[in-house]
């Protein structure tokens, strides 16, 4: 009994699979997805937090994403633009982030022909350099604690757009059946 106590104590449990049932094949891809699914909602609540933090707390994630976005290389950006960058489908949504960014006074949108351009405004731009200064007290300083290297940070980085690649592709050919 002791023996079989020691075994079921000192026993590793194996990975932590949220969707056993998915794994029929790559148990593995199910761990690889739990934990992706577990991350973004810590991502998403982080840059809510940030951006209350910032003066900003009626701001949702992806109002967050798209004011970054347009902020980003300090060029206009129009909306298809930025739903392909930020891999948003549904543009209406991205359009209504941007109605309230504007109406916040964090973005502008300027008619050139039969497009619009958004740009941020000063109040925009200072408010993702609030975000950045927070982000760096907050975030950067505990990530750095990790001792994971600069470069395999971005080497995991790539391996997630690669994977959103293969994600995007598996969804049109679901789509499809």
Not at 12 to 33: D, K, T, Y
Not at 106 to 127: A, D, N
Request: with cysteine; hydrophobic share 35%.
């Amino acid at each position: 009994m002791d023996t079989e106590r020691r075994t079921t104590k000192g026993a590793s449990r194996g990975p932590i699979v949220s969707s056993a049932h998915l794994s029929h094949r790559a148990q593995e891809q199910s761990e690889f997805e739990f934990g992706l699914i577990i991350a973004s909602h810590a991502f998403t609540r982080w840059m809510v937090r940030c951006m209350t933090a910032a003066g900003y707390p009626e701001l949702g994630p992806l109002d967050v994403l798209v004011l970054h976005s347009v902020n980003h290389r300090e060029r206009a950006k129009r909306l298809s633009d930025i739903c392909l960058v930020l891999n948003v489908e549904d543009s209406h949504t991205v359009t209504y982030a941007l109605k309230k960014l504007t109406k916040l006074g964090l973005v502008h949108g300027e008619k050139r022909g039969k497009e619009t351009f958004f740009h941020t405004t000063e109040e925009g731009r200072s408010t993702c350099q609030r975000y950045a200064e927070i982000r760096e007290d907050c975030l950067i300083e505990s990530l750095s604690s990790l001792g994971i290297e600069p470069e395999e940070t971005s080497r995991l980085a790539g391996m997630l757009r690669a994977m959103s690649g293969i994600y995007d592709q598996a969804a049109r050919a679901a789509a499809s059946l």
